[in-house]
């Protein structure tokens, strides 16, 4: 009864093909090294992840393909998901670059991709404040830029109408930080399209979405937005929306996060939030870093050399990683009415904006790392206190 030996292991990884290396036939010998820096193996054929979810909801990767791909990323993408967001190609910048120029050719090859290999896609973005030329501005008062806008909106979503299932709108449009006075308005971010066309820019985007693709299901996406006074900005900022007759059907939390920093019970209660809304909820852009900076911030001084490069992380890190993963699937899980989609933002730990901090479910080499397995793991072996944060 009391021997050390019959505690089971508090490892999330439990019943699953994880070996420890070197442990084996060596122990006696050398018993140096505790088990969690040793490497973990994991098993690279057990079931898919999008096998293990398909009744619950889409399981996505993010990338611009086929690009620049490598016939064995491709595979990947074939293998594992069954939605891809283009991670660049279809903003505003990259495609629409000035008012009479239109770069389809990256966008169209990766819907001919995507369709051909059925595999669904999810448009990303219409309307942000970053990677937006300035000529949607220039010069225009506040009827000339909602009719570029609308130009913008109708002709992208309209090119790819039936083809497309459904778009991030409108992207980041809440402030970081906050308060409690903030907490109690939309803290609408200080964009270009806030200054020229007032607060009514998102309910207008939404409208000419619509328009250009009735059947399109249409994303408010952000980040932060599960936690703190941003949480509580969008849900005023939603509830005006809805109110004003925008056709909005869901809400995307992106899910940067990093190891040991994920609000797990202010994410279980936003998702119930939006759907006690009537909106649906998808995670769009998840990625759990092992180390360094995490948020939905970027610009100088994430990812890269700074944080290791291409370093294999350590076992322990790749360890809570796992756990944290299968922490937040347990929650996806439980609220799988009301969530549609799970996108990861990336492909591997070597196709990520996050490079250096190893935040994805495969290894720079495409293997399967520990927290593809507890995530299958949290599906097959469930544990109902993981989907009980505190
Ligand atoms: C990122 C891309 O991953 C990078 O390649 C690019 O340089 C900058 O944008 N929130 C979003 C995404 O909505 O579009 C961002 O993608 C990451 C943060």
Redesign the pocket.
Known sequence: MTSQHQRPIPLLLTGLVVTLLGIVGTRAEEPTSPPASEPLVVDQRGPTIKAAYKDYFLIGT?GDMPGRYSDQEMGLVKEHFNIVTP??CM?PGPIHPSENTWRFERPDALVEWCEDNNIAVHG??LV?H??TNDWFFRDGDKAAVTQRMKDHISTLVGRYKGKIRGW?VV??AINDGGNAQTARTENLRSSSWLRAMGPEFLTLAFKFAHEADPEAKLYY?D?GIETGPKHASSMVLLKRLINEGAPIHGVGI?G?WSTGRIPYAALDKAISDYASLGLEVSI??LDVTIRGASG?Q?GRGFGGRRFGGDAPPAPQDLKAQADAYARLFSIFVKHKEVIRRVTF??LSDRRT?RFGQHPLIFDSNNQRKPAYAAIVDALLHPNPDLAAPR
């Open positions: 993010a991670e660049n903003k990303h973005t942000w970053a990677q991030d992207n980041e996406n980040y992106q940067h769009t852009e939905g970027f933002w990336g904006w």
